[in-house]
């Protein structure tokens, strides 16, 4: 299976610490977008991340991917209370227009 | 509300009936997927639509789902003979293949089943 896994699979941190989740998958991949999903809720695209882009920016957003390592990892700095939710990696494989979604990181920012 | 929009939100119904899910695109975007997602885990791809034509369905839907999108607007999802392993939340995405396009996708609220 494609489906990349999330590591680590739960965090619990402070508000205004950093928070970092990792992804890893298996095959070659044309791009990796990482979303946010509320407890119950759908998900929200956050950032996405080509095959050839080694790191992207998005406000308190930091993506990088090394495809050398099948990797990938978000950065959320200066977290907040409403940061709490799973955070979801997921590519889109070489001549493939799904998704494949990893397992998840449930976060919660304690206020 | 311009999102992707599905109905109905939650649904619940006895093992062996029948239900159907809708799912509205955003307008102007000609891509439409279906996932599912069940409890602590992430979504997984049933099928997707460009336009009406249903390019791809995975190994997961089986004989008794089946999709449709006839005008290449909405789609509907029907679950026939629903069994308890089919309880799970339903979720709908839309994507654009235009020139700016980055296979982003949007997705919608979703709609959870329940199969007592």
């Known amino acids: 299976s494609q489906q990349g896994e999330e590591d680590p699979q739960a965090l619990s941190i402070q508000e205004g610490e950093n928070a970092t989740m990792n992804c890893s998958y298996k095959t070659s991949i044309n791009n990796l977008q990482w979303y946010r999903q509320n407890s119950g809720r759908g998900l929200v695209h956050l950032i996405l991340?080509?095959?050839?882009?080694r790191e992207k920016h998005s406000g308190r957003l930091r993506v990088t991917l090394d495809t050398s390592k099948k990797s990938s990892s978000l950065l959320i700095t200066a977290s907040r209370a409403a940061d709490t939710a799973s955070y979801f990696c997921?590519?889109?494989?070489?001549?493939?227009?799904?998704?494949?979604f990893g397992t998840g990181t449930r976060l919660t920012v304690i206020p | 509300d311009t999102g992707v929009s599905q109905n109905p939100r939650h649904k619940i119904t006895k093992r062996g009936q029948n239900v159907t899910f809708r799912c509205d695109p955003i307008?102007?975007?000609?891509?439409l997927y279906w996932y599912r997602q069940t409890l602590g885990q992430g979504p997984e791809f049933l099928t997707y639509?460009?336009?009406?034509?249903?390019?791809?369905k995975s190994r997961l839907l089986s004989d008794r789902f089946s999709a449709e999108r006839p005008k290449g607007s909405f789609s509907t999802l029907e679950i026939q003979r629903t069994e308890q392993g089919d309880s799970a939340m339903y979720l709908c995405?839309?994507?654009?293949?235009?020139?700016?396009?980055?296979?982003?996708?949007?997705f919608g609220p979703g709609t959870r089943l329940t199969v007592l």
């Open positions: 307008s102007e975007h000609n891509r």
């Open positions: 997921a590519t889109v494989i070489t001549g493939a227009n799904n998704l494949f």
């Open positions: 991340i080509r095959s050839n882009e």
């Open positions: 639509f460009q336009n009406e034509a249903q390019l791809e």
């Open positions: 995405a839309s994507s654009s293949t235009g020139t700016r396009s980055r296979n982003e996708q949007f």
